[in-house]
């Protein structure tokens, strides 16, 4: 399995920008897609989920809702992240994962959304950069 993502890039705050991440191989059994990011000196964090070709609608962390849309196209086996209104505070790297199941739960007052099953379990892409000044 391979995750390649890209549209990332240096956008002014206010800006947009959409992301994409094209899933090749074989990824049958790994029907949960998401994306994250990390910033500089954090940890990874999840902002949105979606199961690949299900009619369930996508999840998203707080971090992430009312300003980023998770959006899929099943003929392409990709995954987009439409980010709008975008603050300096979004500069981070941006990742695409695929696993089995997507899981997701309330963590000290925040809702979070993540990927379940055993990390080995997980593909994850190479990262595209995300700069918001």
């Known amino acids: 399995v391979q995750l390649v993502e890209s549209g990332g890039g240096s956008v002014q705050a206010g800006g947009s920008l959409k992301l994409s991440c094209v899933a090749s191989?074989?990824?049958?059994?790994?029907?949960?897609m998401g994306w994250f990011r990390q910033r500089p000196g954090e940890e990874r964090e999840g902002l949105a989920t979606?199961?690949?070709?299900?009619?369930?609608?996508?999840r998203y962390a707080d971090s992430a809702k009312g300003r980023f849309t998770i959006s899929q196209d099943n003929g392409k086996a990709t995954v987009y992240l439409q980010m709008n209104s975008l603050r300096p505070e979004d500069t981070a790297m941006y990742y695409c994962?695929?696993?089995?199941?997507?899981?997701?739960?309330?963590?000290?007052?925040?809702?979070?959304?993540?990927?379940?099953?055993?990390?080995?379990?997980?593909?994850w892409g190479k990262g595209t950069q995300v700069t918001v000044s």
């Open positions: 994962a695929a696993a089995p199941a997507c899981t997701q739960g309330r963590y000290g007052g925040i809702w979070k959304v993540g990927l379940a099953g055993a990390v080995s379990s997980h593909y």
């Open positions: 191989g074989y990824i049958a059994g790994h029907t949960c």
């Open positions: 979606i199961y690949r070709g299900d009619s369930d609608p996508p």
